[in-house]
Each structure stands twice: as structure tokens, then as C-alpha cells.
């Protein structure tokens, strides 16, 4: 069970990353794994008029950086030390997207997570990222 | 040799990408190699004070793509099909970045390169990427 | 639905891959999804007495392939143009290595799919791949 | 300066991979970097004729290992924990292949290099890989 609830997930992104609601917003959290979604806006297109990759990047790391402090605790320096992100198709216009992180191992150094990345709306995968995060010795809170 | 110069490079990215400039600005451009320098500002920051992963990965993304316009012209619709980050160091405080891409291959359908990240005024490397980018059959232009 | 047998899939890779049986056998073969298992013998063992990184690569690489021929039928030159692996746990010593293969895309040009591996027995991933093929534009068969 | 010759690390290698000799022989160890050779025979051949993947995979990640034993001594235990590898060309028939290891960061806990590979007499290359290495807490020796 995660250590953190949605709400208490939110607000301590929202203290972190004051930037971070461009981010996307966590709408579910839970054993290991993370759901958010990212409003599209001018500021995330691209030429052709989709989400930019570095766009799906940051949710996907926002996405994995949830779902790990939702198992370890607010440990705001846990930092990402490897990301491989692979697009696949480009994202429906004017839809938002969904990212859903499972994290698949939380040691204590380290921890690797996926990221699979949609368009509401269709089954079609945008992008597939996996991540790893460093986790600190010494942890907060 | 590349078939466009800096201005002109620079021109198209500032065409294309309306919101480019906070994704660095072309310093140099030459045979299969592109440079750009992203000045820091709060836009990119993240916890702690440094430059934001997604920053990085966007400033590699833009620099790979100059590389590759640069070598086979402005094929606006190239698009990023994989991209592996690995991050080594804060970068320093207050320092703009400094990117280096080199093209390692650039074939019909598939370009890859690597782009090695700095701060100004350090040779520590911050961050490393490999791209591929795929290159549509009909070029513009 | 696949367009080939387990049966005729392994036919296909003992012949084209005449060392093949020390990648694996196919022990599952359905849409979009393959699975493989590697018999552990010495050849594969690493300081250590457990399976290798290059032999759990091989078994992702191979187990890919079956995946992506089972959907697109006997491309013997579709080839391998990235992989990406995250090695999470040692192998169970003496345990077979089962692999499982989901495609994520399957393009004209180009195809992705990750690959899980686990010990025989045991839930823990060991290792997780991310893979992409190029396919020919022109195809046998 | 490494603190091993190229004849330590050769007997330290022939002595925990057993099978090592398949892999490659080291060439040349420097400063944060090491440069191996790698005879093709055919216990390393695909479809087709040339060098398979997981033998350049095997490669790069013997050449990483090297490097970096050169730097922090015999720590047998250290650990590929992420391999990223792109494909770009196709080995020439018949030649052997070479790798060259170089460090972009040897940690407390973790190292990352890259290693690219071509085939002897050649400039183009055929492969290019990004790995990171776990370090163990207790180093041997």
C-alpha cells in the first residue's frame, strides 16, 4: 500500500515543483504504480500542432517520481539517473494525455520504473518510457 | 559540410518552434555536429535549484535536430523515435548549459547522434543522450 | 492472430539461427506477444554462477523476433536497431529463465515491443528490455 | 592513471569469465578508457553472416567492465545495471570488431561509459552503447 494519499501526493509536488501543474495532475496512486494526466495546452505543442517529447518526458518522470514516494515516502531528492523513452505514434489532437507508471523494483539505492503513455480516448500507445531513480542514504521525513 | 549556416538554422527553429528560444539557442553548426547554449532562467528549475531533467532532454532533442537539418536540410516532419538519457551531475548553479551533438549516423530512414551536456565554465559532463530520429520518406523543401 | 505455428516459429529460428537452442526455446507464441525459456547450462553463467547479461540480451533479442515474425510472418532481415535493458535482480541459481515479449507497435518501418525476465519460480523481475526492429521494406516470404 | 596493466587485467578477466576469451581481448587501457578487439568466428554469427547483436552487446559490456576495474581496481562484483545499444551498420564480413570504453563518470556508487564499435579497417560505425554499472558499497582487493 502506497505511504502517501493522492491528495497528499499533490500538494507535495505542487510545494516541489511550482512549475509542476504543467506537468500533469495525479489521478490515481497505488501499489506501485501512478496515473496522471496532462491538460494539453499551447504551451506542450509542437510543429504539426502535437504534445512535444520533452513534454511526455517530464510526465513520465513526474509519473515514476509519484508512484516511488508514494512507496518510500517523500524523499524529494530521489533524482532520475537513466530515462529511455521510445515514441510510437503521435498523440490524437486536442486530447489529453495519460500516463500510468508501474514501477518494477524499489531497492534501496535504486529503482526502475515504466511509463506507458496514451491519448484519452484511444488505445494507441504514444510513447513507452523506463526510468531509474537514485535514491538517496540519507531520506527525508 | 552543412547546407545551411547558423542563421538560417536558427530562423527555421524560431519558425517551427514559436516557443524554441527557451529550448536554447544554436551557437554552432558544422559538418554532422551542431552547439547550443541554454541560457538558465526559473522556467527551468527544479528542486534544488538546478536545470530540470526534461530541460536537458528537450536542449538534446532540439541540438540533435539542427545536427541533422543541418545535414540533410529542413525536413520539418524528422521526428524522435528513441531518446536515452543518462544523468551524471547537477549542473552549476547559475550556469547556462552547454550541448554538443555529433551525428553518428545518418542514413535513409533512421539518423542517430549523441549529445553530451555541460555547464558553462566546467568540463564535468551533466548529462549524456543518444537519439534516433526518423527521417520521413518525402523531404520538404 | 499470429501467422505462424510455435511449431513452424521454431523451425524458422533453428534454421536461420543454427547455435539458436542456446537463445532460448519458444514456448508461447499469440498476438502481439511471444514467450521463451532459456535453459541454463555453463555457457551461460557469469562470475558469480549466475545467467549473463549478453545471454538474458540474446534471450530478449530473440524472443522480440518471434514475437514480431509471428505478427508479420518470416522477415529472416528484420533486424534489431536498439535495445535497452535495466538488470534488476540476480537469477534464481539453477532456475531456467522465462521471457515474455509484448509488442507495442508494429509499424511499416519500424517495430517496438519490451520484453519481462524472470527466474523459473520466482515473481521478481530479473531483468526488462525495451527493443526496436527495423523491418525491411521489402519482405520474403 | 589506471592502477592495473593491460596484462593484469587480462589474467583478472580470463579468470572470472572463463569463457572470456569469446568476448574479446583487451588492446590497449588507459586513463578512463580501454579498447578491445574482438576475433569473429563463428560461434558469433546471425542470419547473414556477420556478428550477431548480443556478441557486440557482450562486448561493449566487457570493454566498460575493464575500463573501469582499470579505475577503481579488481571489484569483481561490480554489476551492469542499464545497457542502451543502437545498431547502425553492418560489421564488414570477415573482419574482427573494435571496441573503445570511454568513462563519463566513475561514482561513489555508480559509473557510466560509452563504447563504440566498427570493424577492423573501417571508420564507420557499427554499434554504439551507453552503460552504467553499479558499484558495490565493499570494493575486493
Redo the contacts between chains.
Keep these: 500500500m502506497p505511504v502517501m494519499s493522492i491528495q497528499e501526493m499533490n500538494s507535495f509536488l505542487a510545494e ?2 511550482p ?1 509542476g501543474e504543467k ?1 500533469g495532475v495525479l489521478t490515481g496512486l497505488g501499489d506501485a504504480w501512478a496515473e496522471m494526466k496532462l491538460p494539453v495546452d ?2 506542450h ?4 500542432g502535437t504534445v ?4 511526455m ?2 510526465l513520465a ?1 513526474v509519473c515514476m517520481y509519484a508512484a516511488l514516494l508514494g512507496q518510500i515516502g517523500p524523499v ?2 530521489a ?11 503521435k498523440p490524437l489532437p486536442g486530447s489529453d494525455l495519460l500516463a500510468k507508471c508501474s514501477l ?2 524499489v ?1 534501496k ?2 529503482a ?1 520504473g ?1 511509463v506507458w503513455i496514451r491519448s484519452e480516448g484511444s488505445d494507441e ?1 504514444v510513447a ?1 518510457t ?1 526510468l ?1 531513480y ?1 535514491i538517496p542514504a540519507e531520506r527525508m521525513g
Excluded at 505543442?45 to 504539426?48: A, C, I, S, T, Y
Excluded at 512535444?52 to 513534454?55: I, K, L, R, T, V
Aim: hydrophobic fraction near 40%; charged fraction near 15%.
Design positions: 516541489h515543483f512549475q506537468f499551447d504551451e505543442l509542437r510543429p504539426g512535444s517529447g520533452p513534454s518526458m517530464a518522470d524529494a531528492l533524482v532520475t539517473t537513466n530515462l529511455n523513452i521510445n515514441f510510437m505514434s518494477m523494483k531497492g539505492r535504486l526502475v515504466e500507445l513507452h523506463t531509474t537514485s
